[in-house]
């Protein structure tokens, strides 16, 4: 089954413990998204990749960090997680070489709250 | 502003039809589309329309394109309270990532 798979769902932490949400897709997709999802302001990249090994940044870049090494994962850290970063995460994946259009496909999404 | 605009919240009575709209400023884009996102979900491709379209119908789903006001919309015909989501109005150039709106709040009430 296609899918993009981002874990964990939920995850609790506080100020300053550094931690990671893993996003992986079995679909061969060239391109990855990270967007962070807040009441009244939709959604938002926080950071993009076209390629492994290429990684931009999005509208809300601060305080985060990307890695592409594999086509697969495209994983999220948060060095130094602050309570402004508490949100609901999503992980997207796209493109097939050769499609002419951009068809996201969303993992379920990662609720963190940063205490 | 922003580059994709639709309103926040939208309510309707079940069974009337729902029209969702957006407007977007690159005359560039090539693909609209909307997404819908359930409760507790990600978001799903409900549809798109290529940008030299004027319409697409799909079952209860009807889209509007207007290139030249750059306006799209979503009409759902015989809305149920299943239809209860957030909409999002979405345009990309190609294959290029696509930019999105901020989301529509669909209520559906009896």
């Known amino acids: 089954e296609a899918q993009v798979t981002q874990n964990p769902r939920y995850l609790i932490t506080v100020t300053g413990k550094k931690l990671t949400v893993t996003c992986s897709q079995n679909m061969n997709h060239e391109y990855m998204s990270w967007y962070r999802q807040d009441p009244g302001l939709g959604l938002r990249q926080i950071y993009y990749s076209m390629n492994v090994e290429v990684t931009d940044k999005g509208d809300v870049p601060e305080g985060y960090k990307v890695s592409r090494k594999e086509k697969r994962n495209f994983p999220l850290i948060l060095e130094s997680p602050s309570p402004n970063q508490t949100s609901l995460y999503f992980c997207?994946?796209?493109?097939?070489?050769?499609?002419?259009?951009?068809?996201?496909?969303f993992g379920a999404g990662t609720r963190l709250s940063v205490l | 502003g922003e580059d994709v605009e639709q309103s926040l919240f939208l309510s309707v009575r079940e069974g009337d039809s729902s029209v969702i709209n957006c407007t977007y400023t690159?005359?560039?884009?090539?693909?609209l589309y909307w997404y819908k996102q359930e409760p507790g979900a990600g978001l799903q491709l409900l549809t798109y329309i290529f940008s030299n379209m004027d319409m697409k119908q799909d079952q209860r789903l009807t889209v509007l394109l207007n290139k030249k006001d750059k306006h799209l919309s979503l009409r759902i015909a015989d809305t149920q309270t299943g239809d209860s989501a957030i909409y999002f109005c979405?345009?990309?150039?190609?294959?290029?990532?696509?930019?999105f709106g901020r989301g529509t709040s669909l209520i559906v009430h009896p």
């Open positions: 979405a345009e990309s150039i190609g294959r290029y990532i696509p930019t």
């Open positions: 997207a994946s796209s493109w097939e070489r050769g499609s002419t259009k951009n068809i996201q496909y």
């Open positions: 690159d005359s560039s884009s090539t693909y």
